[in-house]
């Protein structure tokens, strides 16, 4: 499996061009330059921005040239910090992973996907010249598996056309289930050997979303410890969510989580990664802040082993707030060994 290189080490930075409410004083205030220092001193080599289409287009799908001027700002401050940067688009015209913000539709109109190529086409017409730092990120999370072959021929068609304009910049495909590790086996085989697969890792989500409040079936008020059996685990799991994609029943029932866990849960992404020569990425990894920042640490020790076991590149989620904030100060205790572990 080839190396992601230079995308080895990073942060996601939500909640600052997506899952906003898009206003000046969000765009200018919740990260600045200062903060691509404060990451860079981190020891990351990179960041994962996410950003709504509603920052680069007017409801019509016209461009927004003070969005692309915003973007361009924070390309110049990742570069001037010597961290490269994923592009990553966390929602488009009639699709976004959070139900929440009622976009739908996306995958069976034509209409919504000539769209998505369009805003992919100025964005690297845009941006194409960076190809030296800067990767794009397609789509976060599709949800569902039966949306799998539509994405895959979507997301052909959409690297085709952004390869007119940046025929050499890395670009990031993930799948179904939100990212799974499990759809990586699914996607198609790559365009190109500037072709990653993405995937995001939050499991087990009985510890890493415990207590999260849009969850529908959680209980808020709901904890437990990273030290918890996978009995325990198991029996949460049905309690608060009614499926998970772990099979606790292949582990011992008084195990408790390590890198081993890791390594047995991303083996088989792993595994088409070694066996089509693509690099793999986890765009996001991360702990609610329900949890202990202690319990935190036991979970990104045992996470962390098992990417540097595969050389897999990673960010993780999230630089501040959006509920799982590394750079809280209900972190500062744990954060110098954290650092050790992203």
Known sequence: MRIFTGYQRGVDLGGWFSQCDHTEERY????????????????????????????????DGNPREKGYGRLERAVSWARENGLNMVLDLHKTAGFSFDPGEREAGFFKSEKHQERFYALWERIARRFGKDGDMLAFELLNEVTEREY???????????????????PVTKILIGGYWHNSAAAVKDLPLPYDENVVYSF???????????????????????????????????????????????????????????????EDFLQEAVRTAEARNVPLYCGEYGVIDNASPEDALIWFRAIHAAFEKYGIGRAAWSYRQMDFGLSDPRMDAVRPE???CL
């Not at 404060?38 to 996410?50: F, N």
């Not at 799998?148 to 940046?166: D, K, L, M, Q, T």
């Not at 030290?227 to 608060?240: G, H, K, L, Q």
């Open 28 to 59: 200018d205030t919740f990260i600045t330059a200062a903060d691509f220092a404060v990451i860079r001193g981190w020891g990351c080599d990179h960041v994962r921005l996410p950003i709504d289409y509603e920052l680069l287009e007017d409801e």
């Open 148 to 166: 799998g072959p539509v994405w895959n021929r979507i997301a052909g068609e959409c690297i085709r056309r952004i390869r007119v304009h940046a």
């Open 200 to 262: 995001h890792c939050y499991e087990p989500h009985i510890f890493t979303h415990q207590g999260a409040y849009w969850m529908p079936t959680m209980d808020t008020s709901f904890r437990i410890s990273a030290s918890a059996t996978f009995r325990e685990m198991a029996e949460a799991t049905r309690r608060m969510l009614g499926g998970t994609l772990v099979d606790f029943e292949k582990y011992p029932p008084e195990a408790t989580l390590t890198a081993a866990f890791f």
């Open 338 to 340: 954290l650092l050790r």
